[in-house]
């Protein structure tokens, strides 16, 4: 059987109502290694550019700033660079994302077949919810708009990996209420089957870490439990204190 390899920036867009009430999980970007097998006929679209780092994120934000007139592709990588640093900002607030909100819905609207735009900026209505916890009745309304928008993209580009991620890492955040999980579970683990030969541990651990968390919301403890219990043996520092603390949760 051939493999084909495929190289995939993922971009790594937390978003979600978390139930622990966190905005700030993760934001690193790293390189993986994708392959597709020949007999299906599978192909897996990798996700736009957005930068490695917070800092490359940065870098190319205000380059793409400082230009009198964007590209449509820039106008793409600028909103999706925006959503992404706002998942780090220290200073989150809602009208900062309502503004990101905004910028993606027009977007989506100059471009309605862009199902990573479409995907984006349902991530980026279901993170409102995160703000909107004293409202039920509006945080209720964002939050199912946003996931109907990433399940519409999923639908429509079911093999889109970027879009897969942006979905699954969301609902793994998601409260259990709402029984998203299943679909997180379904995403990443697409993920993680297409990054066999991924040597990046810590991706591995990212991938395994929210693959756990959305198991453990889908009444699956205790296969939750043993991907943790293997992070906290064999992932990096910041992934076994990550695993440890949710071990600690389910005791």
């Not at 429509?156 to 970027?162: H, I, Y």
Request: with cysteine; proline share 3%.
């Amino acid at each position: 059987m051939k493999l084909i390899p495929h190289t995939l920036l993922l971009s790594l867009l937390i978003t979600g109502c978390s139930e622990s009430n966190s905005v700030n999980e993760i934001i690193e970007q790293p390189i993986i290694n994708l392959v597709k097998t020949s007999n299906t006929d599978v192909q897996y679209i990798s996700p736009t550019f957005i930068g490695s780092s917070v800092n490359e994120q940065k870098k190319l934000l205000t380059q793409l700033s400082a230009q009198a007139q964007l590209s449509d592709e820039q106008r793409r990588q600028k909103s999706l660079i925006e959503l992404a640093l706002f998942s780090n900002d220290k200073n989150q607030s809602l009208s900062k994302l309502e503004a990101i909100s905004n910028n993606l819905d027009a977007l989506s609207s100059d471009m309605p077949n862009d199902v990573e735009i479409m995907a984006a900026y349902g991530s980026a209505l279901s993170y409102q919810a995160v703000f909107l916890q004293h409202n039920l009745g509006k945080m209720n309304f964002v939050s199912r708009k946003g996931m109907r928008l990433m399940d519409r993209a999923i639908k429509q580009a079911p093999n889109n990996l970027g879009v897969r991620l942006l979905r699954g890492v969301s609902y793994a955040n998601m409260p259990r209420f709402l029984n998203r999980a299943k679909f997180a579970i379904t995403d990443l683990s697409l993920i993680k089957q297409q990054s066999k030969s991924e040597t990046n541990s810590d991706f591995l651990a990212f991938v395994n870490y929210y693959l756990a968390m959305a198991l453990a919301k889908n009444e699956q403890p205790q296969q939750a439990k043993a991907i943790w219990q293997s992070l906290k043996n064999t992932a990096s520092p910041a992934w076994q204190t990550k695993a440890i603390a949710r071990l600690e949760e389910a005791e």
